[in-house]
């Protein structure tokens, strides 16, 4: 029997442990839910993310959380074929989906793909001219030693981007939109996958700091120019910052 996570009660490594089991479980319907459940809009979010982070032709890249590789895939574009990209998650399973999709896109052998922890980035200091991380921030069992981890392997003038879910402010859409979050869509998650990791992700969210205080940790790691936009009406925020 599976049983959601308490995001208010549980952290540690109970809470790393159950997420990378999570998305174990979940990895072969993940692409199909993502789509289905964000009406393919997932897309579009990564895309701005990823002009976001300002890469050019020959630069090299860390996607941080990368799950299935769809934000490592999208970052090739802009690195090109001198360029690299490296994509890093801790769960197994969804990594071999990613290497599956990077090797079917045409022109994309720059893409590596690690087994990793965000929290301990197996990656020199001073690597890359932009760490990206989607959806995966709200994830770690601690936000702060997360960013500090980006800092250190970012190149100086490098930019870290933060792609995630958040809440909604105006009404009335943030009504709207947490009826769907919380009633609908664990329905529609149980349906096609497992009904306790799409009731894992609206509490994440509930417990995931607001835009503010998302900045200010970035801000007390060292990143400097720290801002952030909403997408979609406040569904999803973008937080950039750069290494001095």
């Known amino acids: ?30 692409d199909l839910l993502n789509s289905l459940l964000s009406l393919r ?28 590789a769809d934000l490592a ?19 197994e399973p969804m990594l071999r989906l990613g290497w599956s999709k990077a090797r079917k896109r045409s022109g994309q052998r720059q893409i590596t793909l690690v087994l990793g922890d965000a929290l301990q980035l197996p990656f020199a200091s001073g690597s890359f001219q932009a760490v990206t991380v989607a959806f995966g921030i709200r994830n770690v069992v601690d936000i702060r030693k997360a960013f500090a981890e980006m ?30 979050f919380h009633r609908l869509l664990p329905g529609i998650g149980g349906l ?27 801000r007390e790691v060292g990143f400097t120019a720290v801002t952030w936009r909403e997408l979609t009406m406040g569904i999803v925020c973008i937080h950039s910052g750069v290494k001095p």
């Open 73 to 91: 895939v999208r970052l090739a574009r802009d690195v090109g074929t001198s360029g690299t990209v490296i994509g890093v998650d801790f769960c």
């Open 151 to 180: 800092w250190r392997v970012l190149k100086p003038g490098g930019r870290v981007v933060c792609l995630e879910f958040s809440r909604p402010r105006r009404q009335p859409f943030r009504a709207i939109y947490h009826f769907y």
């Open 1 to 30: 029997m599976s049983i959601a996570l308490d995001e208010s009660k549980v952290i540690g490594e109970q809470k790393r442990s159950y997420v990378r089991d999570m998305f174990a479980r979940i990895a072969p319907r993940y």
């Open 41 to 68: 809009i997932h897309h579009y979010w990564r895309n701005v993310a990823a002009r976001e982070a300002n890469l050019q032709q020959g630069d090299t890249a860390l996607d941080v959380c990368t799950g299935t």
């Open 192 to 218: 096609f996958s497992h009904r306790d990791a799409y009731t894992y992700l609206p509490t994440s969210v509930q417990y995931f700091p607001e835009r503010e205080q998302l900045a200010h940790i970035m």
